[in-house]
């Protein structure tokens, strides 16, 4: 079985700053891994992804991620907030192969808020 | 269509009564995934068809769940009898196999009373 476990369902940011939401995965096999974004009222929108090459990825927005299996982790990151990054962030993970191929397995939410 | 579309986008219905929500994935995908999204309980799949079968369904939670898929295209999900716990978000998605990103609908927000 794999989880994910996103640290902290809220994290506020100023504009400009650094974001930073954090996502650590448990899974017996290097599975696929993926950050969505959810605005109010809409549905998930895929941020970036990761499946198998070079660790780091770039999304869109100007959001990247980098995958570390020693940390098991995928933690997202962006150089400087906008206020039109506010939203509810969801990781998610696929193990790779199987029946179920896009069965996604989705950490709990992170809400962001951008402080002008 | 251009996207993942859901209907209807909102529902209200009284406890003990059935609902039906559609999902038409996009046009060629031949993977179909429902999700519920709820408080408390975050994001849970529900059910995977690939083409009209599904081979997947671990995640229906009841046998009051069932959902179709016809023509390789729309899939019907329905949950009959419905109750107060069924009140969530629920998200269909598709995607082609092989490819792993999986593109969104808008969701059908249900409500029971």
């Known amino acids: 079985a794999q989880s994910v476990t996103q640290l902290g369902s809220h994290v506020s940011v100023s504009e400009g700053a650094l974001v930073l939401l954090r996502c650590n995965y448990s899974s017996s096999v290097p599975p696929y891994l993926f950050w969505y974004v959810q605005y109010p009222n809409q549905g998930l929108q895929l941020l970036l992804k990761?499946?198998?090459?070079?660790?780091l990825v770039k999304g869109i927005n100007g959001f990247e991620a980098e995958f570390k299996k020693s940390e098991t982790s995928f933690h997202l990151t962006k150089p400087s907030a906008h206020m039109s990054d506010a939203a509810e962030y969801f990781c998610?993970?696929?193990?790779?192969?199987?029946?179920?191929?896009?069965?996604?397995?989705f950490g709990q939410g992170t809400i962001l808020t951008v402080h002008p | 269509g251009a996207g993942v579309s859901q209907s209807p986008s909102n529902k209200v219905t009284e406890k003990g009564k059935d609902v039906e929500l559609r999902c038409d994935p996009i046009s060629g995908h031949t993977a179909l995934y429902w999700y519920r999204q709820s408080l408390g309980q975050g994001l849970e799949f529900l059910i995977y068809f690939q083409g009209n079968s599904a081979p997947d369904k671990s995640g229906l939670p009841s046998d009051r769940f069932s959902a179709e898929r016809t023509g390789g295209s729309v899939s019907t999900l329905t949950i009959q009898r419905t109750q107060q716990e069924d009140s969530a978000v629920y998200l269909c998605?598709?995607?082609?196999?092989?490819?792993?990103?999986?593109?969104f609908g808008q969701g059908t927000r249900l409500t029971v009373v």
């Open positions: 998610a993970v696929i193990r790779p192969g199987g029946t179920s191929y896009g069965k996604l397995t």
């Open positions: 998605a598709s995607s082609l196999v092989g490819v792993t990103e999986a593109f």
């Open positions: 990761y499946t198998t090459g070079a660790t």
